[in-house]
């Protein structure tokens, strides 16, 4: 052997077993990204709660449909992937409203999820592939609620209200659009109207068991959630019996084990405006669209979202109640 070959054979070697020996990058197991959960069937805004069931039995049926973009960008140093960077979804709710409680039922269809595949830090990332022709599952994670009006009047300045949420896992964690896990979510609920000024604002706990896969962008256990909207209501005839709604709403969530920090935070804000029917009686409905996307892009809020919803509900005013003429209900 020529001792002129024998430094760069040795070299060689030397980069082959440092290869052997460097830890292998760690797979992500994926977890429900999507932070865009809709308000009840007949809640108002997209997020925030109206607090305005009223009446005796009544019903309401919604389609809440949007997109997404780069909801989950990793990033660590100088390495970004956007390992989920398009979502479309679909949501059906079905509700039944009485006097002020509501229950409902909201199923969540994910039309496409896509991104990049790669390796950011000491993580290996697989991106999902979902398409609406072929989607693995037709429902990811179901979710059945139910709220309350503690006080207040339907259309007075302040109303408390309190609503309860089981998420009943299904789909598959590889497709970003379940943890699962069985999770709750409980909020206080707050709402009124002053005039032709709207509000409405949320502060609850989601309580997410999942946390045994702490990479960037990830899940960190049970999380702090908030948000609160406002706008102004503009009658669109003579009776007020149609009104535009225009405001914004800005939403998010926090994890408790790393209270409002960079990489387990969401913020999220769209500017909405909505159509709606105001009639205590009879079938209502109510076309909604918004648009906007993260002030804090990162754990699951996007960097820009569009968002549409069609309710139709139908109102039945409580017995002995007025009509909206002002003769007694029969």
Excluded at 40 to 67: E, I, Q
Excluded at 144 to 151: H, K, Q, S
Excluded at 202 to 208: E, P, T
Aim: glycine residues 16%.
């Amino acid at each position: 052997m020529s001792s002129s070959r024998l430094p760069g054979r040795l070299a060689r070697a030397a980069i082959a077993a440092s290869l052997c020996w460097a830890p292998a990058a760690r797979a992500q197991q994926g977890f429900a990204v999507e932070r865009f959960y809709p308000s009840a069937p007949g809640g108002g805004w997209f997020v925030m709660d109206d607090l305005s069931m009223r009446g005796g039995l009544g019903g309401v049926a919604a389609l809440t449909g949007g997109y997404a973009l780069a909801p989950l960008r990793v990033t660590a140093g100088t390495q970004s992937l956007a390992v989920v960077s398009d979502q479309a979804f679909a949501n059906i709710g079905l509700g039944v409203t009485l006097d002020r409680f509501r229950l409902y039922l909201d199923l969540t269809s994910p039309l496409a999820i896509e991104g990049k595949s790669g390796t950011v830090g000491s993580y290996q990332f697989t991106a999902p592939s979902v398409d609406v022709a072929n989607p693995p599952d037709l429902v990811s994670d179901a979710r059945v609620g139910f709220d309350a009006r503690i006080l207040g009047d339907p259309k007075g300045p302040f109303r408390l209200g309190a609503g309860a949420q089981l998420l009943i896992p299904n789909g598959n964690r590889s497709d970003y659009d379940t943890d699962g896990t069985v999770r709750t979510m409980l909020r206080l609920l707050f709402a009124g109207d002053v005039g032709h000024f709207t509000y409405a604002a949320q502060l609850g706990v989601h309580v997410r068991p999942l946390d045994d896969s702490p990479t960037p962008g990830s899940p960190a256990g049970s999380e702090l959630l908030f948000g609160a909207a406002a706008g102004a209501s503009i009658p669109l005839d003579q009776g007020g019996r149609t009104v535009l709604v225009v405001g914004p709403e800005v939403y998010g969530e926090t994890a408790f084990r790393t209270f409002f920090g960079g990489e387990t935070t969401g913020v999220e804000a769209l500017m909405t405006g909505r159509v709606e029917g105001t009639g205590d009686d009879g079938p209502q409905l109510r076309v909604k669209l918004g648009t906007g996307g993260g002030l804090a892009p990162s754990f699951g809020a996007p960097e820009w979202r569009i968002v549409f919803g069609v309710e139709l509900f139908d109102r039945h005013a409580a017995a002995g109640a007025a009509k909206t003429d002002g003769t007694p209900q029969r």
